[in-house]
Structure formats: structure tokens, C-alpha cells
């Protein structure tokens, strides 16, 4: 747990539902993938602890996943989950979307207060922020051999950053605790529930005109 | 070498030959994507680094190859070998894959020693084990630009956990440390030799009527 | 700043140019595969600090852009550039090829000096070295999902290899400090540039009776 986060049990559950949320969605991916069931966890491990583990090895902490089995216990879970309940789980795709939003939202915010208890400063902590909550999922890409995801997909690194600039916002203010991270979290869902359903996306670099540069490299 | 280990000559001739072992893989790998030969180096040395280097920084000790310039100077071997005895080592497939094997098992007892001596508890030490032998092939086919093999193909990084969880057991009875070692270590020897043999693999997840979270984020 | 580099306000100003050059670059090649804003904000932000984030983790020192934030700034920067100029940038591939080939000497002149002020001998540095000037490529490529670059291309890594000995050799001979400097900086310039302009590259290995590993394990 993060220490000086208020009512702590709270949001330990939310965190643990967001592990299991994102292991789930690391899961589906490799079995559509035709990974096996070692490969399946292994990849629901990544993109659940991929992000805190970054955050971790760059702040000098010791790695969160590390201090307890409980999160490779919940992947574990979610890997049962699937095998058993994997019909029933196609139905689910709202409540499962919902999870891990709610999930990506937490992660943020740990990631911020992480940072912010190791005394790096707010622009740091906000990158670690983005990190926490963006990285396992472009690993878990990496892993299954695509591209990852949301540099071309959707707003969800970006919902992350203006959750922290928000942070930011409400920490200069000196807000309570627990509205700070709220207004944090909260912004999050409400920004990547829009984006999904008005299908918001950021602009492309319009590139018609430029030559990459491994073309650069030839011609010169 | 780790410490407390008995009779080391003996293990760190053995690591020496897994270390060389896991070079030629990624050599030779490379070597058939038409690699050149800095970059047949690069990748032999990223197999056969690769899982002890995660292990260490997630350890947070001293990255074990920047202590001695062996490691380095065994990979440029194994690039001279490739090259000078490249018709050779095609009929030699058996014995470069019984070496691999070993220096696999050698890699996990290593990975789990080092974690048990950095204080550690034993689930750590057994991820770490599986780590160390497992990583170093997952970057190589990252470099190389294929699907992480191990993922699908066999029961590779199954057998390391196979041969952490004997270790536990082994330490648990407090056997001597030499036999615990042979336990873990030739578990997964003969675990990997079965598993090639008889083409053992783990069953995929059946996953005829689920989504990938791709489609499902297009669709909510 | 890297400590004990003489007349640092010239180093730090070419740093900043390599910085920008090395984010261009990334963020060139993530509009040519149609990232949106952020995704070719991070490939151009990954490109230009990678290697040494990286470097900083291996040699267990503070990772370098998370004490300034000069270098999200100048990739911002590097960002806004590459939307305004877009259509002027094909023009100056030749000046960026020129600012990125400085910025990769620097890069690999300042991660010798930094593993060398941390206590690293000098095969450390050098690794270091060429792990800060390239590295970073390396990521980009694996993030945009095409096979890295270097291992086949060029002599791009060789060129930071080569830098790297004849810095050690300098420093063997107790040359001063900018001079040892100078002759590391200018070979990697020199090589890379005849490199292009001669279309040198480092031979293949010849593979053609070689099977892969996977096939190995196939037949085995």
C-alpha cells in the first residue's frame, strides 16, 4: 500500500480490482493469440504489474510486486477466471471495461503519491503517473507481437496526463487528500468513458510529405 | 559467482557453459535473419545476459556482468565459433541443445541463490529463477522480431517453475544445499528433454467465442 | 550535466541538440506509422533519453531526466517543430542527419564519462557508452514494431564502439580530458558519415546450411 493514502482499505480493494481487471484484459489478448496457459499468466502478470514495476526500478523503490504474493495470487485468479468463466465473460465486456478503467484511474493516482512520498517533484510524479498506468499494457503488446495499442487507438495516456495535471491543480490548492485524488481519478473515468463512446481520438501528425527516416538514411 | 554456493569451480564452469550455450541461440538466430555481425553479438549477448540483468536490477544488487568482463568475452567466442565452425554445429543441434538445457537449469538455481542471499523469500527467488532462464530468450525474439516462442511453443519456462517449486521443497526438508541445487537442476533437464521428445505442451486457453479487448474497446 | 566535463555549457548546449535530434527522429518515423500527438510525443521522448535511462538503471545512478525537465521540454519542442515545419523538414534531412549523428557522439562521450565517474572500469564505460547512443533507437524501432534497425543497416552501433576504444586509448595515454573527448566524438562522427556516403556495412553471417533454433527444437 501507499503510504498516507486515507481510508486505505478502500482503495487497496480498488487497486487489487484494477490488478485483476488489467490481468484479465492481458489474458483475453494472449489467448486470442493461442498463447498457453504459463503464457497466458505471464503476459496477465506484465500487463497487470508492467506499469508499477517501471515506476519502481526508475524511482530506486523496491518493486511494489515484490513485497507480497498478493498480486501474483490475483492474476492467478483472473487466469482461473477466464478458463472458467469464459463464455459468460463476453457478456461481460461492459463490467469488465468498467474494472479496468476504474483500475487505470487508481493506478495513476498511486503512482503520483509513490512518487511524490520518494520526494520527486509533481513533474516527475505525473509521469510516473502515466507510467503506472499505461505501461503494462504496451508491454503486454510488445509480448503478442502488435503494436501497441494506444499510440494510435484512443485518449487513454492522455486521460491519464490530464488526470495528473489535475492532481497538480488540486494539490497546489491544497485540497484534502482524498478530493485531490479523486478529482485525479475521477477525471480519468469520465475522459476515457467519453472518448470510447464518441469515439474521440487525438489528430496524426499528417506526414503525406515526409520521408521516414530509414529512407532519410538511404538517400543521404 | 554466488555466494555460498559449494564447489563452485564446478558451477561456474557449468554457468560459463550455459552462458556460452545461450549465446550461440541468439547468434545463430540472428545469424538466420540475415543479422550483421555486430548485431548477431548484440542479440547473442541479450540471450545469454538478458534474464540475469532483470533479475539484478529488479533485485536492486550489482548487475552481475558489469562485474567481470567474462560474460562479454565468452558471447565473442561463441560469434567466433559460429563463424569459423558454421556447417559444423549443424549436425552438432543435440549437444547445442543439451548444453542450452543445462545452463538453462544451472540459470535457475543461480537466479533463486541470488535472491535467497539478498533476503528474499522463496516465491521471489522461484519468479526470479524463472526469470533469469526465461528472460534473456523473450528479448532475443523481441530484437529478432518474432512472437516470443516460449509463450506458445513448449513447456520451457514451466519446467523452471517445475524445478523452483522442487527447490522449495527441498529447502523446506533442509536437505544439503548441493542436493537441493541437483533437485531443481535436474528437474528441469529432464522436464525440457520429455517435453522434446514427446512434444509435450501446455494446453491454450479455448477462446473460439472471446472477444480480444481490441474489438471490445471498438464496440462499447 | 555529466560532473568533470570541461567547459560544460558547449557539452550541455550539443547535448540539448542531440536530445532534439534524436526526439525528431523518433517522432518522424511515428508520424510516418501514423501515431496520433502523445504516441509520437512518447517514440520521440523514448528515442532521445532511452539509452541513457537505461545506462542509469544498469550503473544504479539517478536516472538523468528525472532531475531536469529540460528534456520532456526540448522533445515538446522537438514535437511542435515537426507540426509547424513539416514540409521544410524533408529539405533538412541532410542538417538533422548532421544534428543526430553530433548528438549520438555526445550521447556515447557522456555515457563513458558518467559510468566512469561512478567507478565502472573502462569496458564498462564503454558498453555504457554505446548502450547511450543507441539504445534509444533500438526501443523506438521495437515500439513502432519493425525489426531494429541497427543490427542490420548500418555501422551505427560500431561507429559507438569504435568511438568508445579510441576514448580508452586516449585515456590510456593520459591525453587531457577535452582532447580525449574530441577524438571519441569525432571518430563516431567521421564513421558514420563515410559509413553513409560509402554505404559501408558490416558483413552478414552466412547462414545458409544454418537452421534455426526454432527448427532445431522441432526435430529434436
Known amino acids: 500500500m501507499t503510504p498516507g493514502l486515507p481510508d486505505s482499505t478502500f482503495l487497496y480493494i480498488i487497486e487489487i480490482i484494477g490488478t485483476f481487471a488489467f490481468a484479465i484484459s492481458g489474458i483475453r489478448l494472449a489467448a ?8 497466458a499468466y505471464v503476459v496477465g502478470l506484465v500487463t497487470a504489474i508492467g506499469g508499477g514495476t517501471l515506476r519502481d526500478v ?3 523503490i523496491p518493486v511494489f510486486w515484490m ?3 498478493v498480486y501474483l495470487g490475483v492474476t492467478g485468479a483472473a487466469l482461473g477466471i477466464v478458463i472458467i468463466f ?4 463476453v457478456s461481460m465486456n461492459k463490467a469488465l471495461f468498467i474494472f479496468d478503467t476504474i483500475g487505470l484511474a487508481l493506478f495513476v493516482v498511486i503512482g503520483i503519491e509513490k512518487s511524490l512520498s520518494a520526494d520527486y517533484p509533481m513533474w516527475v510524479a505525473i509521469v510516473m503517473g502515466v507510467i503506472t498506468g499505461s505501461f503494462g499494457g504496451v508491454v503486454r503488446d510488445i509480448l503478442i507481437n502488435v503494436e501497441p495499442l ?5 485518449i487513454y495516456a492522455t486521460a491519464c ?3 495528473g495535471l489535475l492532481y497538480w491543480a488540486a494539490f497546489s ?4 487528500p482524498v478530493l485531490t485524488q479523486s478529482i485525479c481519478g475521477i477525471t480519468i473515468i469520465v475522459l476515457r ?3 470510447i463512446h464518441y469515439n474521440w481520438c487525438l489528430p496524426q501528425l499528417n506526414v503525406n510529405s515526409v520521408k521516414a527516416e530509414n529512407e532519410l538514411t538511404d538517400n543521404n
Open 161 to 163: 496526463l490530464a488526470g
Open 32 to 39: 486470442y493469440k493461442k498463447f498457453d496457459l504459463f503464457g
Open 58 to 60: 526508475l524511482l530506486d
Open 193 to 195: 468513458m467519453l472518448a
Open 173 to 176: 490548492l491544497k485540497l484534502p
Open 67 to 69: 513485497q507480497t504474493w
Open 150 to 154: 494506444f499510440f494510435r487507438k484512443d
Open 86 to 89: 469464459r463464455k459468460l465473460l
